[in-house]
Every structure is written in C-alpha cells, then in structure tokens.
C-alpha cells in the first residue's frame, strides 16, 4: 500500500477543523483514517504537510497530540505556542486553542497546566464550557472545593449542573 498523500488528509483535516475545532480525538481519528497509526509518524506527516498548508491549524494539533502521546510535553506545549500565535488578535481563536491546550493537558494528568489553560480561555471568551472544564479537572485534582465552588456557580446559571454540585456535595459530606 503506498504512503499515504499529505494533499489528501489535509482536506478531511480541513474540514474537521471547521466541524469541530476543539474535538481532540477527531485529530486521532484524522492521522488513523491517513495511514498513520503512532504518534512518531503523524509528526513527520505534520511536519512535512505543515509546509503545503494555507492554514496549518488542524496539523498543529494533530502534532501536539502525537506529542503528548509521546509525553513529549515541552515539545508539545511548543507548537501549542505556535498554534496560538497563528491569530494573536483574534480572541475566539486564542480562546479556542487554549482550550484544546487544557483538554490535552488534563487527559495527560498534567492538572495543574490544563487549569490555567482552560483560565486563560475563560479570560478570552467566557463559556460555561470552560468553567465546566475547569471545574472537572479540579475535581480530578482533589481540590474539591474549588470544584464545588464552580459547579454551583455554573448551577446558579444552568440548571443542568446541579447534579454535578449535588453530586460533588455528596462526596464531600462523606469526607
């Protein structure tokens, strides 16, 4: 079977960024459908396509995942820098791609740098998404208090979190 053609998966990768900017495992699913299986060989497959690219957005991502799947975090948060710096004003955007640094972060068990990931969105485009985010990888973290404090903030707006304020109380009065 021949290599797969960068021109190829850049078109899904294109359409995919446009569908679902902030999907982490459909940037997986894109290098899979490519022919890229490990996350060594989706790096050089971003690396060589990048430069193709009119917008190489969905290729940073893709890399930073192979990245973090290699645990290879300082190169990772690298070219999350070099995503954020592709629309340095444009604060949907920014706001967008700290998000994803966050859920990267967080499915790495890095905490800590998902948190003020996801605040650094919350301070670009204030979602109760990202305060949700937030309010789990705390929670994942063992500061549940802090968890609690932001799932009744958010219950305070959406109803639909009371279960989760109500859930995390209970946990706690256990404690």
């Known amino acids: 079977m ?3 053609q960068p021109t190829a998966a850049l078109s899904s990768s294109q359409t995919a960024i446009r569908e679902a900017p902030s999907d982490v495992p459909a940037y997986e699913a894109i290098w899979k459908r490519a022919g890229l299986p490990n996350p060594s060989k989706a790096i050089a497959f971003t690396e060589k396509a990048e430069r193709m ?12 995942e192979a990245q973090a799947q290699l645990h290879d975090y300082p190169a990772m948060r690298d070219t999350l820098n070099r995503l954020r710096s592709l629309h340095p004003d444009d604060a949907e955007y920014l706001a967008d791609a700290w998000f994803f640094a966050g859920e990267l972060e967080r499915r790495e068990n890095n905490f800590g740098h998902a948190i003020k990931a996801y605040q650094h969105s919350y301070r670009l485009s204030p ?9 789990y990888t705390a929670e994942q973290q063992g500061n549940l208090e802090k968890a609690l404090r932001i799932y009744g903030q958010l219950a305070s707006k959406n109803p639909r979190y009371r279960r989760d304020q109500d859930r995390l109380q209970l946990r706690l009065d256990r404690q």
Do not use: G, H, N
């Open 2 to 4: 021949p290599p797969p």
């Open 53 to 64: 690219a009119e917008d190489p957005r969905v290729l940073l991502r893709i890399r930073a």
């Open 127 to 135: 979602k109760d998404s990202v305060l949700a985010a937030i309010a």
